[in-house]
């Protein structure tokens, strides 16, 4: 359900080969440039979720981006949500831990 202005929020996980391939960051300065509010973390079941905050233009630029990752991944499942507006904290997009 969109919020005001449009403004929606995602979640997803991507799994497969995600972790030490840099994923995080990869999609941290990809969010960034985009004007992503939000988060990127490792999971301990070796995934990594992505939770953003954006327009849903803006939103579709991202989803590719997890679903592609960076030239290390393997990204073999990518499962997404709708989540609710408050779960952003951040004011930019950051690595949680």
């Known amino acids: 359900?969109?919020?005001?202005?449009?403004?929606?929020?995602?979640?997803?996980?991507?799994?497969?080969?995600?972790?030490?391939?840099?994923?995080?960051?990869?999609?941290?300065?990809?969010?960034?440039?985009?004007?992503?509010?939000?988060?990127?973390?490792?999971?301990?079941?070796g995934a990594v979720e992505v939770v953003g905050l954006a327009t849903a233009a803006t939103l579709e630029e991202l989803d590719a981006i997890v679903r592609a990752g960076p030239p290390l991944a393997r990204v073999t499942r990518v499962t997404t949500q709708e989540v609710p507006h408050e779960i952003v904290d951040a004011k930019s997009f950051v690595v949680k831990h």
Request: charged share 30%.
């Open 1 to 45: 359900m969109p919020g005001p202005e449009g403004i929606r929020a995602l979640r997803w996980v991507a799994e497969g080969s995600v972790q030490g391939v840099g994923f995080r960051w990869y999609v941290l300065n990809r969010a960034r440039d985009l004007g992503v509010r939000g988060w990127v973390r490792n999971r301990e079941d």
